[in-house]
Protein backbone atom coordinates (compact mmCIF):
# COMPACT_ATOMS: atom_id res chain seq x y z
CA UNK A 1 0.00 0.00 0.00
CA UNK A 2 1.26 3.65 -1.24
CA UNK A 3 0.37 6.68 0.67
CA UNK A 4 0.13 10.26 -0.53
CA UNK A 5 -0.13 13.71 1.17
CA UNK A 6 -3.85 15.19 1.45
CA UNK A 7 -3.18 18.52 0.06
CA UNK A 8 -1.13 20.18 2.31
CA UNK A 9 -2.46 18.91 5.56
CA UNK A 10 0.59 16.98 6.49
CA UNK A 11 -1.47 14.25 6.61
CA UNK A 12 -0.51 11.26 4.40
CA UNK A 13 -3.46 8.72 3.65
CA UNK A 14 -3.57 5.43 1.50
CA UNK A 15 -3.48 5.57 -1.95
CA UNK A 16 -6.90 3.27 -1.77
CA UNK A 17 -10.03 4.63 -0.05
CA UNK A 18 -12.89 2.37 1.06
CA UNK A 19 -16.24 3.69 -0.19
CA UNK A 20 -19.44 2.63 2.09
CA UNK A 21 -22.00 3.86 0.25
CA UNK A 22 -23.39 0.20 -0.62
CA UNK A 23 -23.41 -0.45 3.33
CA UNK A 24 -27.35 0.00 4.50
CA UNK A 25 -28.33 -1.33 1.07
CA UNK A 26 -26.76 -3.73 -0.84
CA UNK A 27 -24.78 -5.00 2.12
CA UNK A 28 -26.16 -5.78 5.53
CA UNK A 29 -24.44 -4.69 8.58
CA UNK A 30 -22.74 -8.15 8.89
CA UNK A 31 -21.44 -7.92 4.96
CA UNK A 32 -20.52 -4.37 5.55
CA UNK A 33 -18.42 -5.38 9.24
CA UNK A 34 -16.43 -8.23 6.96
CA UNK A 35 -15.30 -5.67 4.65
CA UNK A 36 -14.09 -3.40 7.11
CA UNK A 37 -12.24 -6.09 9.35
CA UNK A 38 -10.48 -6.74 5.99
CA UNK A 39 -9.60 -3.32 4.82
CA UNK A 40 -8.18 -2.74 8.18
CA UNK A 41 -6.02 -5.25 8.08
CA UNK A 42 -4.40 -4.96 5.20
CA UNK A 43 -3.62 -1.26 5.65
CA UNK A 44 -6.76 0.36 3.85
CA UNK A 45 -7.69 2.45 7.10
CA UNK A 46 -9.32 5.67 4.88
CA UNK A 47 -13.28 5.17 5.01
CA UNK A 48 -15.28 7.57 3.20
CA UNK A 49 -18.80 7.80 3.65
CA UNK A 50 -21.60 10.51 4.16
CA UNK A 51 -24.97 11.63 5.85
CA UNK A 52 -26.86 10.49 2.83
CA UNK A 53 -25.91 6.92 1.90
CA UNK A 54 -27.49 4.61 1.54
CA UNK A 55 -27.51 4.99 -2.28
CA UNK A 56 -30.02 5.31 -4.35
CA UNK A 57 -30.68 8.25 -1.40
CA UNK A 58 -33.96 7.48 -0.06
CA UNK A 59 -36.07 8.40 3.37
CA UNK A 60 -35.67 4.84 4.98
CA UNK A 61 -32.01 4.63 4.48
CA UNK A 62 -30.67 7.73 5.23
CA UNK A 63 -28.00 7.78 7.56
CA UNK A 64 -27.89 4.23 7.56
CA UNK A 65 -24.28 3.82 6.52
CA UNK A 66 -23.16 6.20 8.95
CA UNK A 67 -25.03 4.20 11.75
CA UNK A 68 -23.37 0.84 10.77
CA UNK A 69 -20.07 2.00 11.02
CA UNK A 70 -20.83 3.94 14.09
CA UNK A 71 -22.12 0.55 15.26
CA UNK A 72 -18.35 -1.07 14.02
CA UNK A 73 -16.50 1.75 16.02
CA UNK A 74 -18.58 0.75 18.95
CA UNK A 75 -17.80 -2.92 18.96
CA UNK A 76 -14.54 -3.10 17.56
CA UNK A 77 -13.21 0.48 18.80
CA UNK A 78 -9.84 1.29 17.08
CA UNK A 79 -11.24 5.02 16.19
CA UNK A 80 -7.79 6.61 16.68
CA UNK A 81 -6.40 4.00 13.39
CA UNK A 82 -8.90 5.21 10.89
CA UNK A 83 -8.77 8.10 8.95
CA UNK A 84 -12.75 9.25 8.73
CA UNK A 85 -14.22 11.10 5.83
CA UNK A 86 -17.96 11.82 5.65
CA UNK A 87 -19.86 14.77 4.07
CA UNK A 88 -22.95 17.14 4.23
CA UNK A 89 -25.51 16.80 2.07
CA UNK A 90 -26.60 20.54 0.47
CA UNK A 91 -29.65 22.05 -0.99
CA UNK A 92 -28.41 20.79 -4.26
CA UNK A 93 -28.43 17.15 -3.86
CA UNK A 94 -30.48 16.76 -0.25
CA UNK A 95 -34.19 15.82 -0.89
CA UNK A 96 -36.59 17.34 1.71
CA UNK A 97 -36.64 14.27 4.25
CA UNK A 98 -32.45 15.45 5.00
CA UNK A 99 -33.22 17.83 8.14
CA UNK A 100 -36.63 18.65 6.97
CA UNK A 101 -35.13 20.73 4.01
CA UNK A 102 -32.90 22.32 6.35
CA UNK A 103 -29.11 22.15 3.85
CA UNK A 104 -27.62 25.34 3.54
CA UNK A 105 -24.50 24.70 4.09
CA UNK A 106 -23.16 28.22 6.68
CA UNK A 107 -26.27 27.51 8.42
CA UNK A 108 -27.07 23.77 8.84
CA UNK A 109 -23.57 22.78 9.42
CA UNK A 110 -23.54 22.10 12.81
CA UNK A 111 -26.89 20.65 12.97
CA UNK A 112 -25.37 18.12 10.38
CA UNK A 113 -22.56 17.49 11.95
CA UNK A 114 -24.29 16.68 15.07
CA UNK A 115 -26.44 13.76 13.80
CA UNK A 116 -23.19 12.11 11.89
CA UNK A 117 -21.22 12.30 14.92
CA UNK A 118 -24.04 10.75 16.79
CA UNK A 119 -24.44 8.16 13.92
CA UNK A 120 -20.84 7.72 13.90
CA UNK A 121 -20.32 7.09 17.66
CA UNK A 122 -17.41 9.62 17.78
CA UNK A 123 -16.48 12.95 18.13
CA UNK A 124 -14.93 14.02 15.65
CA UNK A 125 -14.68 13.77 11.53
CA UNK A 126 -11.10 13.62 9.99
CA UNK A 127 -12.36 14.76 6.75
CA UNK A 128 -15.07 16.83 6.33
CA UNK A 129 -16.51 17.09 2.54
CA UNK A 130 -19.27 19.23 1.53
CA UNK A 131 -21.27 16.59 -1.00
CA UNK A 132 -22.35 19.15 -3.54
CA UNK A 133 -22.12 22.68 -4.42
CA UNK A 134 -24.84 24.70 -3.78
CA UNK A 135 -24.85 26.57 -6.98
CA UNK A 136 -26.67 25.40 -10.08
CA UNK A 137 -23.45 23.39 -11.32
CA UNK A 138 -22.12 20.32 -11.86
CA UNK A 139 -24.82 17.36 -11.96
CA UNK A 140 -24.97 13.81 -13.36
CA UNK A 141 -25.22 13.65 -16.74
CA UNK A 142 -25.15 17.71 -17.04
CA UNK A 143 -21.72 19.44 -16.23
CA UNK A 144 -21.96 23.20 -17.12
CA UNK A 145 -22.48 25.62 -15.29
CA UNK A 146 -26.69 26.79 -15.76
CA UNK A 147 -26.71 30.78 -15.05
CA UNK A 148 -30.36 30.94 -14.67
CA UNK A 149 -31.08 33.91 -11.76
CA UNK A 150 -27.32 33.12 -10.53
CA UNK A 151 -26.59 35.73 -8.56
CA UNK A 152 -22.57 36.14 -8.16
CA UNK A 153 -22.67 37.96 -4.73
CA UNK A 154 -24.84 35.69 -3.16
CA UNK A 155 -22.88 32.71 -4.22
CA UNK A 156 -19.71 34.11 -2.72
CA UNK A 157 -21.70 35.60 0.47
CA UNK A 158 -23.05 31.47 0.76
CA UNK A 159 -19.13 29.95 0.65
CA UNK A 160 -17.73 32.85 3.16
CA UNK A 161 -20.38 31.93 5.48
CA UNK A 162 -19.75 27.74 4.28
CA UNK A 163 -16.04 28.80 5.44
CA UNK A 164 -16.87 30.64 8.56
CA UNK A 165 -19.31 27.64 9.79
CA UNK A 166 -16.58 25.09 8.63
CA UNK A 167 -13.89 27.15 10.87
CA UNK A 168 -15.92 26.95 13.76
CA UNK A 169 -16.17 23.51 13.75
CA UNK A 170 -12.49 22.68 13.52
CA UNK A 171 -11.55 25.43 16.09
CA UNK A 172 -14.61 23.25 18.51
CA UNK A 173 -12.37 19.80 17.31
CA UNK A 174 -14.84 18.37 16.24
CA UNK A 175 -13.74 18.54 12.43
CA UNK A 176 -10.12 18.19 11.64
CA UNK A 177 -9.73 18.64 8.05
CA UNK A 178 -12.22 19.87 5.03
CA UNK A 179 -12.89 18.68 1.59
CA UNK A 180 -14.93 19.61 -1.23
CA UNK A 181 -17.05 17.25 -3.77
CA UNK A 182 -18.45 16.88 -7.39
CA UNK A 183 -16.84 20.93 -7.44
CA UNK A 184 -15.31 22.71 -10.41
CA UNK A 185 -12.50 24.35 -11.11
CA UNK A 186 -14.19 28.49 -10.40
CA UNK A 187 -15.46 27.02 -7.30
CA UNK A 188 -12.27 25.28 -5.95
CA UNK A 189 -10.28 28.55 -6.58
CA UNK A 190 -12.94 30.61 -5.15
CA UNK A 191 -12.70 28.69 -2.00
CA UNK A 192 -9.48 28.72 -1.66
CA UNK A 193 -8.98 32.53 -2.38
CA UNK A 194 -11.43 33.13 0.32
CA UNK A 195 -10.18 31.06 3.03
CA UNK A 196 -7.04 33.35 2.34
CA UNK A 197 -8.91 36.16 2.45
CA UNK A 198 -10.68 35.15 5.44
CA UNK A 199 -7.72 33.41 7.71
CA UNK A 200 -9.36 29.86 7.89
CA UNK A 201 -8.56 26.78 7.01
CA UNK A 202 -8.61 25.96 3.33
CA UNK A 203 -10.08 22.62 1.59
CA UNK A 204 -7.16 19.58 1.15
CA UNK A 205 -9.21 17.56 -1.31
CA UNK A 206 -11.87 17.29 -4.19
CA UNK A 207 -13.73 14.32 -4.69
CA UNK A 208 -15.09 14.07 -8.06
CA UNK A 209 -15.95 11.32 -10.42
CA UNK A 210 -13.02 9.87 -12.16
CA UNK A 211 -12.35 6.51 -14.39
CA UNK A 212 -11.43 5.75 -17.98
CA UNK A 213 -14.98 7.02 -19.06
CA UNK A 214 -14.91 10.04 -17.67
CA UNK A 215 -11.41 12.21 -17.53
CA UNK A 216 -13.37 15.43 -17.04
CA UNK A 217 -11.09 16.40 -14.47
CA UNK A 218 -7.90 16.51 -16.16
CA UNK A 219 -8.88 19.45 -17.80
CA UNK A 220 -8.63 22.08 -15.31
CA UNK A 221 -9.22 20.37 -11.99
CA UNK A 222 -5.37 18.55 -12.52
CA UNK A 223 -3.27 21.76 -12.74
CA UNK A 224 -5.16 23.29 -9.83
CA UNK A 225 -4.47 19.98 -7.74
CA UNK A 226 -0.58 20.38 -8.44
CA UNK A 227 -0.37 23.62 -8.11
CA UNK A 228 -2.62 24.34 -5.24
CA UNK A 229 -2.15 21.52 -2.42
CA UNK A 230 -5.76 19.78 -3.31
CA UNK A 231 -5.59 16.57 -4.24
CA UNK A 232 -8.47 14.31 -6.28
CA UNK A 233 -10.26 11.51 -3.99
CA UNK A 234 -11.40 9.81 -7.46
CA UNK A 235 -14.57 7.86 -7.38
CA UNK A 236 -17.03 5.97 -9.65
CA UNK A 237 -13.13 4.82 -10.46
CA UNK A 238 -15.12 1.13 -11.98
CA UNK A 239 -17.73 3.41 -13.65
CA UNK A 240 -21.14 1.94 -11.31
CA UNK A 241 -19.01 -1.65 -12.66
CA UNK A 242 -19.15 -1.16 -16.24
CA UNK A 243 -15.48 -0.95 -16.11
CA UNK A 244 -15.36 -4.35 -14.19
CA UNK A 245 -17.09 -5.48 -17.95
CA UNK A 246 -19.88 -7.70 -15.88
CA UNK A 247 -22.80 -5.30 -18.37
CA UNK A 248 -20.55 -6.04 -21.55
CA UNK A 249 -23.02 -7.16 -24.52
CA UNK A 250 -26.25 -5.89 -22.26
CA UNK A 251 -25.61 -8.28 -19.52
CA UNK A 252 -27.37 -7.80 -16.12
CA UNK A 253 -26.09 -9.90 -13.69
CA UNK A 254 -28.62 -10.19 -10.40
CA UNK A 255 -27.93 -7.95 -7.98
CA UNK A 256 -25.60 -5.38 -9.31
CA UNK A 257 -26.41 -2.04 -8.77
CA UNK A 258 -27.62 -1.30 -12.33
CA UNK A 259 -29.58 -4.24 -12.30
CA UNK A 260 -31.49 -3.89 -9.08
CA UNK A 261 -31.69 0.38 -9.77
CA UNK A 262 -32.91 1.81 -12.83
CA UNK A 263 -32.05 5.46 -11.70
CA UNK A 264 -28.69 4.60 -12.08
CA UNK A 265 -27.90 5.39 -16.32
CA UNK A 266 -25.13 7.12 -16.28
CA UNK A 267 -22.67 4.92 -18.33
CA UNK A 268 -25.17 2.96 -20.29
CA UNK A 269 -25.68 5.11 -23.10
CA UNK A 270 -24.06 4.01 -26.90
CA UNK A 271 -21.08 6.14 -26.39
CA UNK A 272 -20.18 4.37 -23.12
CA UNK A 273 -20.78 1.06 -24.23
CA UNK A 274 -18.52 1.56 -27.16
CA UNK A 275 -15.69 2.51 -24.95
CA UNK A 276 -15.98 -0.14 -22.66
CA UNK A 277 -16.07 -2.39 -25.38
CA UNK A 278 -12.73 -1.07 -26.60
CA UNK A 279 -10.79 -1.07 -23.31
CA UNK A 280 -12.14 -4.63 -22.46
CA UNK A 281 -11.19 -5.58 -25.48
CA UNK A 282 -7.44 -3.41 -24.89
CA UNK A 283 -7.36 -5.27 -21.23
CA UNK A 284 -7.52 -8.77 -22.49
CA UNK A 285 -4.84 -7.87 -25.10
CA UNK A 286 -2.46 -7.25 -22.66
CA UNK A 287 -3.35 -10.04 -20.12
CA UNK A 288 -5.53 -7.65 -17.73
CA UNK A 289 -8.59 -7.92 -16.85
CA UNK A 290 -10.66 -4.36 -17.25
CA UNK A 291 -11.00 -3.99 -13.30
CA UNK A 292 -7.32 -4.17 -13.14
CA UNK A 293 -6.53 -1.95 -16.05
CA UNK A 294 -8.95 0.68 -14.98
CA UNK A 295 -8.33 1.32 -11.04
CA UNK A 296 -4.08 1.05 -12.12
CA UNK A 297 -4.63 3.65 -14.69
CA UNK A 298 -6.47 6.13 -12.14
CA UNK A 299 -3.71 5.13 -9.58
CA UNK A 300 -1.08 6.06 -12.19
CA UNK A 301 -2.24 9.73 -12.37
CA UNK A 302 -0.03 12.56 -10.56
CA UNK A 303 -3.12 14.07 -8.82
CA UNK A 304 -5.02 11.48 -7.24
CA UNK A 305 -4.42 11.36 -3.86
CA UNK A 306 -6.22 8.29 -3.10
CA UNK A 307 -8.74 6.18 -5.46
CA UNK A 308 -12.39 5.41 -3.78
CA UNK A 309 -13.20 1.95 -4.22
CA UNK A 310 -16.59 0.33 -3.40
CA UNK A 311 -17.52 -3.55 -3.28
CA UNK A 312 -20.82 -5.63 -2.61
CA UNK A 313 -19.13 -8.55 -2.15
CA UNK A 314 -15.80 -9.54 0.08
CA UNK A 315 -13.88 -11.20 -3.29
CA UNK A 316 -14.65 -7.78 -5.16
CA UNK A 317 -12.71 -5.93 -2.60
CA UNK A 318 -9.92 -8.35 -2.61
CA UNK A 319 -9.67 -8.19 -6.38
CA UNK A 320 -9.96 -4.03 -6.34
CA UNK A 321 -7.35 -3.73 -3.98
CA UNK A 322 -5.02 -6.05 -5.46
CA UNK A 323 -5.31 -3.99 -9.05
CA UNK A 324 -3.49 -0.99 -7.50
CA UNK A 325 -0.19 -4.09 -7.81
CA UNK A 326 -0.09 -3.44 -11.03
CA UNK A 327 1.74 -0.66 -12.85
CA UNK A 328 0.63 -0.13 -16.65
CA UNK A 329 3.50 0.05 -19.32
CA UNK A 330 3.39 2.06 -22.43
CA UNK A 331 1.79 0.21 -24.54
CA UNK A 332 -1.52 0.22 -22.59
CA UNK A 333 -1.34 3.93 -21.51
CA UNK A 334 -1.05 4.20 -25.36
CA UNK A 335 -3.74 2.19 -26.19
CA UNK A 336 -6.11 3.73 -23.67
CA UNK A 337 -5.16 7.40 -25.31
CA UNK A 338 -6.15 6.18 -28.67
CA UNK A 339 -9.35 5.10 -27.49
CA UNK A 340 -9.69 8.20 -25.55
CA UNK A 341 -9.61 10.01 -28.54
CA UNK A 342 -11.66 8.14 -30.52
CA UNK A 343 -14.97 8.59 -27.50
CA UNK A 344 -13.68 11.07 -24.71
CA UNK A 345 -15.69 10.99 -21.71
CA UNK A 346 -18.97 9.70 -22.66
CA UNK A 347 -20.19 9.46 -19.44
CA UNK A 348 -19.86 13.24 -18.21
Avoid at 253 to 264: C, D, E, G, I, K
Avoid at 279 to 306: C, D, N, P, R
Avoid at 318 to 343: C, M, P, R, S, Y
Wanted: proline share 4%.
Amino acid sequence: MQYHALGDSGIQVPEICLGTMTFGEQNSQREAFEQLNYALENGLHFWDTAEMYSVPPKPETYGATETILGNWFAQHGQRDKVFLASKIAGPGFGGSHIREGQTQFGKHIEQALDSSLKRLQTDYIDLYQLHWPERHTNFFGGLGFSNAEAATHYEVEAMQNTLLALQKEIDRGRIHHIGLSNETPWGTMKFLQLAQKLGVAKFVSVQNPYSLLNRTYEIGMSEIAKYEGIGLLAYSPLAFGYLTGKFRHGARPANARVTLFSRFTRYSNPQSEWATEQYAQLAEQHGLTLTQMALAFIKQQFFVTSTIIGATSLDQLKEDIQAFDITLNDAVLQGIEKIHNQQPNPAP
